[in-house]
């Protein structure tokens, strides 16, 4: 229950949808060395603290691509997320939703990093009608959501 919890959480941080707004900039020091160590060349970081929890969301540009880890208080990185071009895709993955999405246009695909797992998220609509579909690293369905 918790995991599934957090896994929302993540979703909603992803789609740019504010839990706790504002810039957090007092992120546990543990957690900024830990950020600075794993992306030495991050540009334009912005620290925000995800619910009451003790885990700090960091947006920040690395490179060319804008991207979004999260730390715990103790500094270790329990999970990452960035958006993700389509030809950067598994094959597993590419496989899989090859024809699933006949008439939905593909609106972003996310790469989700969490628990050594990594899922791929497709946000798609048709008719005004949006879908979120997940599908991990190995081709197989995470989930799939519909919402207006």
Not at 61 to 83: C, L
Not at 98 to 119: A, R
Request: aromatic share 14%; with cysteine.
């Amino acid at each position: 229950m918790k995991k599934n919890f957090f896994a929302f959480l993540l979703l909603m941080l992803i789609f740019n949808i504010r839990i706790f707004g504002g810039n957090f900039m007092d992120a546990s020091p543990q957690a900024r060395y830990s950020f600075k160590k794993d992306y030495p060349g991050a540009l334009h970081a912005t620290w925000e603290r995800v619910y009451e929890e003790s885990i700090y969301a960091v947006r920040f540009v690395n490179g060319n691509e804008a991207a979004v880890a999260y730390y715990n208080e103790e500094g270790d990185r329990i999970a990452f997320a960035r958006v993700i071009k389509m030809p950067a895709l598994p094959g597993a993955v590419k496989v899989k939703i090859n024809g699933m999405f006949k008439e939905e246009e593909i609106k972003s695909v996310q790469e989700l990093v969490m628990n050594q797992k990594t899922c791929y998220f497709f946000e798609t609509e048709r008719n005004g009608v949006k879908k979120l579909i997940g599908v991990y690293s190995n081709g197989h369905l995470k989930h799939a959501r519909t919402g207006e």
